[in-house]
């Protein structure tokens, strides 16, 4: 089988020849760019490494020389990403010298400004909005540009503004340039393409912009602001998505959506209150996409304890769920594949990043990944990759060992 059938047997809940793997496809399913460049090293390929997604610091081995890395990891899934992501275009590479003195490619708009206390900080528009403290891993978030709002009439006089945004008004100009994109990886190769929006989110913007305490405020004491921003981003998405699918359609297997609903030993919010929120903007966008796209599946990136959430989620339309953190409260992958298996494909949880890969010996990594795989992979329904992304600290032995044993153990 192809990749591209491979992935889509897999979730149609058949059994293709081997489990599917996504090494790095989208920014919740990747590697660490030091880690990688590691491995790159220990493999003795030499060609340049990219990172796209900056904040977070991930590699891109969609961008390798030849899909060197990806190949030898048995990768399967190609990104069709936004060309703006982390808030500049990916062109105009440069080499930029990581923290280990090796280098990587960064976007040419990537300008971290150096602060006195040696973080860096990453600045738009004249105001510092992303960090990284010296000698940190990634850039976190500092700046809330709407944590002023106070009411429903603050909202309001905001939302005119924000209408013209990138991130909720998407240019003709860059969906023409991933339409290009995405017509030539799905001519020019056979891997499946998982379309990544970037910005398809409900829950994951109340705190990027109004801030964690403000948002959970008004979750809870300001329900008719609540709903009048979840009405703003379910018709700023809902235009935008049609006119992604009219331009990409056609060449995409797969559609992410990003909301971190869950936390480690549970869901942040109640299932009420996703039911009343969430929920129904949610289910308006599979039902977009189902319509204009019947053969495209929608991908649901939300980490944590969310098993609670998870028949909410079957029940709007998500097709699949990552990334499945088996190391949260009531993720047990036995449990899930028992309880949910038949109604949703499991994009995640081979392995837990946050234990195994990160503290024990690779024969304990191969040793965890051929029990999650002898879990997960019957009936189909399971794409194979971490449960979230591999960390700066994890060896090249440790990677080899994950997706050596997922391609072995991984066959039908």
């Known amino acids: 089988m192809t990749s591209r059938e491979r992935v ?42 990219h990172s ?65 206390d040696g973080a860096l900080d990453m600045v738009f528009q004249g105001v510092p909005q992303f960090r990284m403290p010296r000698n940190g891993h990634y850039f976190d978030r500092i700046f809330t540009p709407l944590s002023f709002v106070e009411n429903l009439r603050q909202l309001e006089e905001v939302l005119p503004g924000l209408r013209t945004h990138r991130a909720f008004n998407w240019a003709e100009a860059e969906l023409e340039i991933m339409a290009e994109w995405g017509r030539r990886v799905h001519e020019d190769t056979d891997y499946a393409i998982l379309g990544d929006p970037y910005t398809l989110s409900f829950y994951q913007p109340g705190f990027e ?4 305490e403000k948002f959970f405020v008004f979750l809870a004491a300001e329900p008719d602001l609540v709903h009048r921003w979840m009405e703003f981003l379910a018709e700023s998405h809902l235009a935008n998505l049609a006119n992604y699918l009219e331009a990409v359609g056609d060449y995409i297997n797969v559609i992410i959506m990003v909301d971190d609903y869950g936390q480690q030993k549970g869901p942040q919010i109640s299932t009420g209150m996703f039911r ?14 189902h319509e ?61 990043t ?44 440790k990677i080899l060992a994950v997706y050596e044993t997922a391609k072995e153990f991984g066959k039908y």
């Open 354 to 397: 946050q234990t195994t890969l990160s503290h024990g010996t690779p024969d304990d990594v191969r040793e965890e990944v051929e029990r999650t795989l002898g879990i997960f992979k019957p009936g189909g329904g399971y794409v194979f990759t971490p449960d979230h992304n591999i960390q700066e600290h994890v060896s090249p032995e």
């Open 276 to 289: 009343e929120y969430f929920k129904p903007r949610v289910a308006r966008v599979c039902e977009l996409v």
């Open 8 to 49: 889509v047997a897999t979730l149609n809940h058949e059994e293709p020849d081997r489990v599917p793997i996504d090494f790095g496809s989208s920014f919740n399913t990747g590697v660490n760019v030091i880690a990688y460049n590691r491995l790159k090293k220990h493999l003795g390929i030499s060609s340049p490494t």
């Open 209 to 212: 912009l109004f801030g964690y």
């Open 52 to 116: 796209r997604y900056v904040i977070p610091m991930l590699a891109a081995p969609d961008l390798d020389e030849g899909l060197e890395v990806l190949r030898l990891m048995g990768g399967d899934v190609l990104p069709l990403p936004r060309l703006f992501v982390d808030g500049m275009p990916s062109k105009d590479w440069k080499p930029w010298t990581l923290k280990d003195h090796s280098v990587c490619l960064v976007p040419g708009r990537f300008n971290p400004v150096k602060n006195e």
């Open 292 to 352: 204009r796209c019947p053969h495209v599946k929608i991908l649901l990136h939300s980490c944590g304890s969310v098993a609670p959430l998870i028949p909410e989620f079957i029940e709007a339309g998500i097709d699949a769920l990552n990334p499945v953190q088996i190391t949260a409260d009531k993720m047990d992958p036995a449990v899930l594949k028992r309880e949910f298996g038949e109604h949703i494909t499991f994009w995640g949880g081979g392995i837990g």
